[in-house]
């Protein structure tokens, strides 16, 4: 299977590595545009992590928001309760596994993602509230937009191993070659 992420290179930064790029992309299912598509590159080995800033998974309207969650391992997550009635958020298959309790409104839990892997969110008391959560070790992820649209970070120029991710598909690795021009393609069918 191959999915469409079509990646097109916007600018060119001087950056400590060397030349860097911002990748921008698309996803695409059978040809039409597809949000929620979780898209990293693979880290060389000993790149140093970047810092890490406040991540939020709201839950809100008994829904969490966002459903679709890429972080860098090593990434603590804050998951407040920010709806009218007590939650149980766990995960306990795949990725992370924690149970983080019954929690009252107002309340915030925090969760470390200290090893890569896809981490499938529950609550206990709302059957319908499911999320996903992606540590990666790279620095270089996005989740596309409504409109199948990501951008990953500023890419050092050279070869890396691609991935993408969507629920309910397969998931798909790729390479690309960061330079001014380059392309990379993949289409789920």
Not at 26 to 31: D, F, H, K, P, R
Not at 93 to 101: A, S, V
Not at 108 to 135: T, Y
Request: with cysteine; hydrophobic share 40%; proline share 7%.
């Amino acid at each position: 299977m191959r999915a469409v992420l079509i990646v097109t290179l916007a600018s060119t930064v001087l950056s400590a590595d060397g030349p860097s790029i911002q990748v921008s992309g698309s996803a695409a299912v059978a040809g039409r545009p597809q949000a929620n598509v979780a898209v990293w590159l693979e880290a060389p080995a000993g790149r140093e992590s970047q810092a890490r800033r406040k991540i939020v998974l709201d839950q809100r309207n008994l829904q969490f928001a966002p459903r679709i969650l890429v972080v860098q391992t090593g990434t603590t997550v804050e998951l407040p309760n920010n709806d009218r009635v007590f939650h149980n958020v766990f995960s306990f298959r795949d990725g992370k596994r924690f149970d983080l309790g019954l929690y009252p409104i107002g309340s915030v839990k925090q969760v470390l993602f200290d090893k890569p892997g896809i981490s499938r969110l529950f609550c206990n008391i709302h059957p319908q509230m499911g999320a996903f959560v992606i540590a990666v070790d790279s620095p270089w992820f996005a989740v596309s937009d409504t409109s199948g649209r990501f951008t990953l970070p500023d890419v050092p120029v050279g070869t890396y191993t691609s991935h993408a991710w969507r629920a309910g598909g397969s998931p798909l690795t790729g390479s690309l070659t960061v330079e001014p021009g380059s392309r990379l393609e993949i289409e789920w069918p």
